[in-house]
């Protein structure tokens, strides 16, 4: 009939963990209390955020995808022989891409290209900004705010003549 008291009976009480808890154990939680979302609490019991079933297995098996999620390539490859990257993707992947040796950005402080292309500017760039390291012309194509989201990444032409 509507009233205040019809909703509480509805609410289900939620599951916590602690912010340290390991990512096995959570999921052993959420599936004993038959939960799929669990609140994230801190040593004061401040709530941090909120994890997931999905976020869970994610990080244990990698990406779960399904009917909701956008595909969007992390890397597009130009018929110019340069690459569109996510501003999300990886250093790791970064240099494997490029066939470079994996301590070849040990000086960067990031772990994403998003985060490399900030460093490198010091500042929040804007579209169409560009730097050089190394061989390569690296130039924001899109922004999320503050996030760098998409760059371009053009191998200098002239860089494997000299080899």
């Keep these: 009939d509507g009233r205040p008291d019809d909703l509480r009976a509805q609410l289900i009480p939620p599951c916590f963990v602690y912010k340290t808890t390991r990512l096995p154990d959570v999921l052993a939680k959420l599936r004993r209390e ?3 979302l669990a609140v994230v609490t801190d ?3 401040g ?3 909120v994890i997931t079933m999905e976020d869970v297995l994610e990080e244990l098996v990698g990406d779960i995808w399904d009917e909701k999620d956008v595909v969007e390539n992390e890397v597009v490859t130009r018929p110019d022989g ?3 990257l996510d501003g999300a ?3 790791s992947d970064f240099l494997e891409l490029l066939d470079w040796n ?3 950005l040990d000086d ?3 772990t994403t290209v998003g985060g490399w292309t900030l460093e490198r500017f010091g500042t929040f760039p804007k579209v169409g900004d560009s730097f050089r390291y190394e061989n390569l012309t690296v130039t924001v194509l899109a922004m999320d705010g503050r ?3 998409r760059v371009l990444v053009q191998p200098d032409p002239d860089a494997d003549k000299d080899a």
Excluded: C, I, N, P
Aim: net charge negative; charged share 35%; no cysteine.
């Design 34 to 36: 038959q939960k799929h």
């Design 43 to 45: 040593e004061f019991g």
């Design 47 to 49: 709530t941090l955020g």
């Design 82 to 84: 340069g690459y569109e």
């Design 89 to 91: 993707m990886t250093l």
């Design 102 to 104: 994996e301590d070849a």
């Design 108 to 110: 960067a402080d990031s």
């Design 147 to 149: 996030r760098v989201e």
